[in-house]
């Protein structure tokens, strides 16, 4: 398990098909989609992210509901590398921090220092993600944009993504 919120399950796995590793998210029907209006509304953004297809968007793959469990499924690409907040955070973490925590510390431990200009490049990534979203008819608002959870740094957000950049050590 990579992570859980309110809202999914995120796993780690590994798309036999295409030979790469995958983000398998799941939401148990159940506390966050308790009513068919909010199942709906899920399955709706479902659809609307399959149709996405951007440099600087997260690529979703598939997705399918699960009846015997009450769950729905889908696969994304797959960010370890993870996220701004965690890049930009310098407090110490101690040996005894959750597993997450530790691996923010070894990826703040070796890119200790960011540029000015590869913060600049995230940004302006993160930027023409948003005009892609908001481009279309009609818009796309991104409700969840935050340097949080699901922004892999350099990625930002659950639909952003910003590519690679060198950082400065």
């Known amino acids: 398990m990579l992570g859980r919120g309110a809202f999914k399950t995120v796993y780690k796995a590994f798309d036999e098909r295409e030979g790469i590793e995958v983000a398998w998210n799941q939401v148990i029907r159940s506390e966050p989609v308790r009513t068919k209006d909010e199942y709906d509304t899920l399955l709706h953004e479902i659809n609307v992210l399959k149709k996405l297809k951007h440099k600087n968007i997260m690529t979703f793959y598939d997705s399918w509901v699960d009846k015997q469990k009450l769950?729905?499924?889908?696969?994304?690409?797959?960010?370890?590398?993870?996220?701004?907040?965690?890049?930009?955070?310098?407090?110490?973490?101690?040996?005894?921090?959750?597993?997450?925590?530790?691996?923010?510390?070894?990826?703040?431990?070796?890119?200790?220092?960011?540029?000015?200009?590869?913060?600049?490049?995230?940004?302006?990534?993160?930027?023409?993600?948003?005009?892609?979203?908001?481009?279309?008819?009609?818009?796309?608002?991104?409700?969840?944009?935050?340097?949080?959870?699901?922004?892999?740094?350099?990625?930002?957000?659950?639909?952003?993504?910003?590519?690679?950049?060198?950082?400065?050590?």
Not at 130 to 157: E, F, M, S, T
């Open 71 to 169: 769950a729905v499924n889908f696969i994304t690409e797959l960010f370890t590398s993870g996220t701004l907040r965690q890049c930009a955070s310098r407090a110490p973490r101690p040996a005894a921090a959750p597993r997450s925590r530790r691996r923010a510390h070894r990826y703040r431990q070796k890119h200790k220092k960011i540029s000015e200009s590869v913060l600049k490049r995230w940004a302006w990534q993160i930027l023409q993600g948003l005009v892609y979203l908001h481009g279309h008819d009609p818009p796309i608002i991104h409700r969840d944009l935050k340097c949080g959870p699901g922004v892999a740094g350099p990625q930002a957000a659950h639909v952003m993504r910003v590519r690679r950049a060198a950082t400065a050590s």
